[in-house]
């Protein structure tokens, strides 16, 4: 069973900056073969977007919520991708997920839709304080 393992969490005050890690738990699972995606989820709150990159790392889309303050990238001679969050907001305080999604078309495409990923880590606490 592949796990995708997230890292980087924590509590932060509002304005700050934190930045996400997730790798896969097997070797053998290589990320360059997916699709990556974050969501995130609240507390009493659906799962919901945040961003995504295509398998050949070309396209990237956010949330709207998000955008401009979240980076998404990967590196997948690392099997790494991550989630750079800057100028952080108590709004932001959610569990974080990252998801693979088996990509077998041209690489390009983005996925937003959480039925969409085939993978899930286990999810990073982001708790930002006011």
């Known amino acids: 069973q592949v796990q995708l393992v997230e890292s980087g969490g924590g509590l932060v005050q509002a304005g700050g900056s934190l930045r996400l890690s997730c790798a896969a738990s097997r070797r053998t699972f290589s990320i360059s073969n997916y699709a990556m995606g974050w969501f995130r989820q609240a507390p009493g709150k659906e799962r919901e977007f945040v961003a995504a990159v295509s398998r050949s790392g070309f396209n990237t889309y956010y949330a709207d919520s998000v955008k401009g303050r979240f980076t998404i990238s990967r590196d997948n001679a690392k099997n790494t991708v991550y989630l750079q969050m800057e100028s952080l907001k108590p709004e932001d305080t959610a569990v974080y997920y990252c998801?693979?999604?088996?990509?077998?078309?041209?690489?390009?495409?983005?996925?937003?839709?959480?039925?969409?990923?085939?993978?899930w880590g286990q999810g990073a606490q982001v708790t930002v304080s006011s």
């Open positions: 998801a693979a999604e088996s990509d077998y078309g041209s690489g390009y495409r983005v996925f937003t839709a959480t039925k969409e990923y085939d993978y």
